[in-house]
Nanobody
Framework: QVQLVESGGGLVQAGGSLRLSCAAS????????MGWWRQTPGKQREMVAG???????NIADSVNGRFSISRDNDKNMVWLQMNNLKPEDTGVYYC????????????????WGQGTQVTVSS
């Protein structure tokens, strides 16, 4: 099964930028949906952004206009570009793969990375 490894998290001041990377252990060409989700203590994991194999994207309202998602099927990579970061963006960011997804929901995700911490200071 595909393994996912996130990188690029860290500590940044409000208004700054980070670019998260997700490296897959095998081809993602036929994985219908790749996505970034985030989680903070005491809260459920929430979708940040998703991208289909065809390049269609879904961006959460809370980050729309600031974050963007991209994927390169040839390189087995997915990225999350985060600009104008806010303290409320703080959390652990997970890369996920939904090989047979029929929608954007979390139920379609079968594989997850270990997560990368993003901390935004005010």
């Amino acid at each position: 099964q595909v393994q996912l490894v996130e990188s690029g998290g860290g500590l940044v001041q409000a208004g700054g930028s980070l670019r998260l990377s997700c490296a897959a252990s095998e081809s993602i060409y036929f994985i219908k949906l790749m996505g970034w989700w985030r989680q903070t203590p005491g809260k459920q994991r929430e979708m940040v952004a998703g991208i289909t194999s065809g390049g269609s994207t879904n961006i959460a309202d809370s980050v729309n206009g600031r974050f963007s998602i991209s994927r390169d099927n040839d390189k087995n990579m997915v990225w999350l570009q985060m600009n104008n970061l806010k303290p409320e963006d703080t959390g652990v960011y997970y890369c996920g793969a939904a090989p047979l997804a029929t929608g954007w929901e979390i139920e379609g995700y079968e594989h997850w990375g270990q997560g990368t911490q993003v901390t935004v200071s005010s």
